[in-house]
């Protein structure tokens, strides 16, 4: 029970993250990390900090002891595509302002999704 809220919290961090990275926002901070796109344009990885892949991994080892681990690797499969396409969406905006936002949005989910993944009981 104790780790279905769990993956129930993770899920919602992860629809918390794709609200606030890739909505537009006024702030000028830069962003913590760069962002680069394999030629094809489906392959998007966040550089310098925690990738989608490190979300899935953390999420994948926080639920190791749930029962059911086909609805836990769905779970933590669409956390890292959730961040993948933050990711996606924020390299797609216009140089500017509004795009190193949403960058760094996306990337201090991830930072903060790790976290709190790995230090959970």
Known sequence: MKNYVLLSACLAVMAAVLVAGCGGGGSTTSAAGSVS??????????????????????????????????????????ARDAFQQCATAASNAPEGSARDTALKACQDAANQAVSQLQSSP
Do not use: F, M, R, W
């Not at 344009?41 to 490190?54: F, H, I, K, V, Y």
């Open 37 to 78: 796109t394999s030629d094809s344009g489906t392959t998007t990885e966040l550089s310098g900090d925690a990738t989608p892949d490190d979300v899935y991994n953390a999420c994948i080892d926080a639920l190791k002891d749930v029962n059911d681990q086909q609805i836990v690797q769905q779970g933590c499969s669409q």
